[in-house]
């Protein structure tokens, strides 16, 4: 359903008065029956020159086929930063309404780096590759946002008591690189413990800073907490550009039907106006979205609703149009 929401997307943003040229590209199984890759270097290029896209899902086949383009398009921008707000929006049913933390995922390595071989027939090997130049810049990142957002508190998520070598050597940077920040307290948490916490007492954490994998599975859990995965935006940061995108995949049993929740990405594009400079409009957009979820009548159906993907944006823009009416 990427091009769904993502076309939802543009239109809100274009509503909110930010004139974009936008440079579009394939990616994924249709550019590999186009172009016989999965990631085109003219898309790599777009991205390195502008230094900042909007992404949809992108379907990734499971145990056999191309490996990941997501991975694939972070690992080949540097995009080591992984920042996934987790913030329940008015009037959406879920576990924790008052609920506001952000997930700092280490993007380019960990169990990601995609090193695995058969040693005999029957026995595997997945390599889970740690670096200190990799995860001192995470943590850095993680404090420099928490200081930079005005949030009180980095939690390090690991499991360092099994895995003491590559875990450890992350934990112990943690602390390192915390002595800098003497204003933000750091804590940590062994990821299973993390897990239950979060469900039982999220309100404890505020900024979370973990290694790929780890980060991938507590952004969905969180996502569940605050209403499900149609809400949880994301954004891909590195020195040599921005990718924002939601949390979510391709949804392939809805995908086609128009019927997909456009929030996560939406809040993706207004995290991307936010870096490119609009923030006035990102805050427009944004405001006009959560007046729609506060008045209730427009909810798509993973919130329990009838309104369709378009139908969802169209309320957006209304709301727009509306407020800037009122204040011409
Ligand atoms: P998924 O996130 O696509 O879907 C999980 C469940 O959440 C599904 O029931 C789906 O319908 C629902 N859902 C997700 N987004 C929704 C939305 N916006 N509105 C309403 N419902 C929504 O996870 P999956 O099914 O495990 O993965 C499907 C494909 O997506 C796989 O090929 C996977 O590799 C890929 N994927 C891509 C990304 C990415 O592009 N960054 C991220 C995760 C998964």
């Not at 992108?58 to 707000?85: C, E, H, Q, W």
């Not at 058969?118 to 390599?127: I, N």
């Not at 809040?267 to 979820?293: N, Q, T, W």
Request: proline letters at 4%; one cysteine or more.
């Amino acid at each position: 359903m990427g091009p769904e929401i993502t076309s939802a997307t543009v239109r809100v943003i274009e509503a909110a008065g930010v004139d974009v040229n936008w440079e579009t590209h394939i990616l994924g199984a249709q550019a590999q029956e186009k172009y016989g890759t999965t990631l085109p270097d003219e898309a790599i290029t777009s991205i390195r020159e502008n230094r900042v896209a909007l992404k949809g899902p992108i379907m990734t086949p499971v145990g056999k086929g191309f490996t990941s383009v997501n991975v694939g398009l972070r690992k080949a921008l540097d995009l080591y930063a992984n920042v996934r707000p987790v913030r329940a929006l008015p009037n959406v049913p879920c576990r924790y309404p008052e609920l506001d933390l952000v997930i700092v995922r280490e993007n380019t390595e960990g169990l990601y780096s995609g090193i695995e071989h058969v040693v005999v027939p029957g026995v595997v090997e997945s390599l889970k590759v740690i670096t200190e130049k990799a995860s001192r810049r995470i943590v850095k990142y993680a404090f420099e946002f928490a200081r930079d957002n005005r949030r009180r508190k980095v939690t390090a998520v690991h499991k360092a008591n099994i895995m003491k070598l590559s875990d450890g050597l992350f934990l112990d940077l943690f602390y390192e690189v915390s002595k800098e920040f003497p204003d933000i307290e750091a804590d940590d948490k062994i990821i299973d413990n993390c897990c239950m916490q979060l469900v039982m007492r999220p309100e404890q954490f505020d900024v979370l800073v973990m290694e790929n994998l780890y980060g991938d599975i507590l952004s969905d859990l969180c996502a569940g907490l605050i209403g499900g995965l149609g809400l949880a935006p994301g954004a891909n940061i590195g020195e040599q550009g921005a990718v924002f995108e939601a949390v979510h995949g391709s949804a392939p049993d809805i995908a086609g039907q128009g019927i997909a929740n456009p929030t996560a990405i939406l809040m993706s594009g207004l995290m991307m106006l936010r870096h490119i400079g609009e923030a006035d409009a990102a805050a427009r957009a944004e405001k006009a979205m959560l007046d729609v979820f506060a008045e209730g009548k427009y909810l798509t159906r993973d919130l329990g609703g009838t309104t369709n993907t378009a139908d969802f944006a169209s309320a957006i823009i209304e709301r727009l149009a509306a407020t800037e009416s009122r204040s011409a």
